[in-house]
């Protein structure tokens, strides 16, 4: 199986090759760690006791709470963390300045065998359901103990899981400890092939996210450029959502007087977003070139998106208006309190948002005039406002307690 699996992969690699080349050259992404993916490194090898792996920002952001309380359980433990993405590097070396950061290898087995060689580590964890057959194998097979943190699996991906749960049960035996959000990823894992004795339901991480009070290095630009409106944040807006609520946002900011933050997901959309908001007459500035006056920021910047939640009277989570991207974390503006709007498409935030609907600790819009609408209604009643985001705040507050279970079960394989 793992033969034919390693034939494919580099008949894959082959053909993209050219492509992502490409991108290389065009965009700059790529090329920069390509080497350390292949497993080739510049620096002297060392050990480490834990390898963590996190796939992006938002994986790296939630990993964060489980690295602090595993230093506080044992203070000496050393960790070599990766990540797959260029922004969850960046992410990684701000958060964890003491420890080893490099990118996640390719599958390739010569790859991971060289990361393995390289990094010695006795405990490979993985935040959320990354599962690599090479990675864990030959992870397992040099004796390491494997866990799967944050487990999930969605409605989308789980039927196509268990078609394939012949090839995926051999490689989930290797697991020591999987931990899952909630009873159905426990019982989904267990349906595709995982040992009943090694899953566990252990919550979900992302619930102990707690807001960054450090000034943001802006505060003042952006605070004179508010001045004193109130404001509404659309975070992590993807393709076609821009499109859809820029026409709105014209007519709600004309109406209101307000002052709107939009924050597209990705880098790619920066120049986009910038060029569709020439089309309207909203008077704009962008992060990277701040002004004095304007109606809107464009933030196009990774990093500090937490921490501007602040400042909103409301906030739109983006990926959630219709689509495949199936929503982005709502827990950042929650924790600071701030009235939180989200579509109807979360799946990959399932119980995440239904915990926040049920406990009217959010409001679910399911068009760009219904998102306009809420975001009226918390601009008008403050003390609308104050209640919903007192709830969220609280939720948030409720569902803390996974990171501390999960860095128990690391150390205790580090014992």
Known sequence: MFVVYEVVLYLVFVLTLPFFLLLGVLRGKYLENFAERMGFYRGAGGEHDLWLHAVSVGETIAAKPVVDEIRRLRPDTSIVITTTTVTGQAQARRLFPDATITYF???????????????????????????????????RARGLKLLLANGRISDRSFPRYRAFRFILAPILRNYTRILAREETDRARFIAIGAPAEIVETSGNVKFDYVPDDTPLAIAPQLESLIAGRKVLILGSTTEGEDEALMPELERFLKERNGFAIVAPRKAERFEFVASLLTTTEIAFVRRSAMGASGDLLLLDSFGELAKIYRYATAAFIGGSLGGTVGGHNPIEPAAAGIAVSFGPSMHNFREIASVFLRNDAAVEVTSPAELFAFAGRMFDDEQARAAIGARAKETVLQNRGASERTARRIVELLA
């Open 105 to 139: 290898p390719f599958d390739f087995a010569f790859s991971v065998r060289r990361f393995l060689a390289h990094h010695r580590a006795r405990v490979f964890a993985t935040m959320e359901t990354e599962i690599w057959p090479n990675v864990t194998r030959l992870a």
